[in-house]
């Protein structure tokens, strides 16, 4: 509207400078003053038309940077949200890491592991058989307790 405004106030000034460039004679009721005068408001019109150009403008630009401050905030929440996934992704593949580190160890800890089971089980048989063995038994120490002094 105050484009549309500034527009017509524009016209309407070209208008009467035309009509104050005529030639003399052309218009007997133009004098000076009174063209002077037209001339005067048709220029406060085109100010005025300018101001309100540049008031709207300056509202425009007010809220541009809202917004840019706006886009600024959600920038930085965004980046946030980034760092954090970069340090879980981080955390991630150390853990991964450590898993296959840990993997690796037991790997090598595997055979050791057979040989202790089958020491474990090579000893539980010497047991049982010494146990069923009746040579066992007559060597085998009695199971004593100690003695407890009642005084």
Do not use: N
Not at 60 to 68: I, Y
């Amino acid at each position: 509207a105050d484009a549309a405004a500034a527009a017509a106030a524009e016209a309407e000034a070209e208008s009467e400078v035309a009509a104050v460039s005529t030639p003399v004679g052309a218009s007997a009721s133009a004098t000076p003053r009174s063209a002077a005068a037209s001339a005067f408001s048709r220029m406060e019109a085109m100010l005025e038309a300018r101001e309100a150009e540049l008031a709207e403008a300056r509202e425009q630009v007010k809220v541009m940077q809202e917004q840019l401050e706006e886009l600024g905030e959600e920038r930085e929440s965004l980046l946030e949200e980034l760092e954090d996934k970069t340090e879980v992704e981080q955390l991630a593949e150390e853990y991964l890491e450590q898993i296959e580190e840990y993997e690796e160890e037991l790997l090598e800890l595997r055979p050791m592991a057979d040989e202790f089971a089958m020491t474990t089980r090579a000893l539980a048989e010497t047991k049982d058989e010494q146990v069923r063995s009746p040579l066992s038994l007559q060597t085998a120490r009695p199971h004593t307790r100690p003695c407890l002094k009642v005084s």
